[in-house]
Structure formats: structure tokens, C-alpha cells
């Protein structure tokens, strides 16, 4: 799309980008996973 569009970054395209840490500003991701929420979803954390 960045070529077709003549952009210079492929940030200019993509639908949901990521700062240079990795993490979504839009989504606030990555976060903390609560125990409801893993429950909710028959989940278990193994250290």
C-alpha cells in the first residue's frame, strides 16, 4: 500500500501503528490482564 499510495513511511498506511516500543496508542496495548479476565476465558498463567 506504502507503494501504491506513494507514501514515504509504511506508517502512513497501516490501520493501527505501533510506536517504536511496540506498544498501540489507540488501543493502549500491551496492558495488565486482570484474573476476571482470564477466568473469563478459561485461562491460567504458568510461571
Known amino acids: 500500500m506504502t507503494m501504491l499510495t506513494g507514501s514515504d513511511s509504511i506508517r502512513d498506511v497501516i490501520a493501527f501503528p505501533k510506536t ?4 498501540g496508542l489507540m488501543e493502549s496495548c500491551p496492558s495488565e490482564v486482570d484474573e476476571q479476565q482470564l477466568k473469563d476465558l478459561h485461562l491460567k498463567v504458568v510461571q
Open 20 to 23: 517504536t516500543s511496540g506498544s
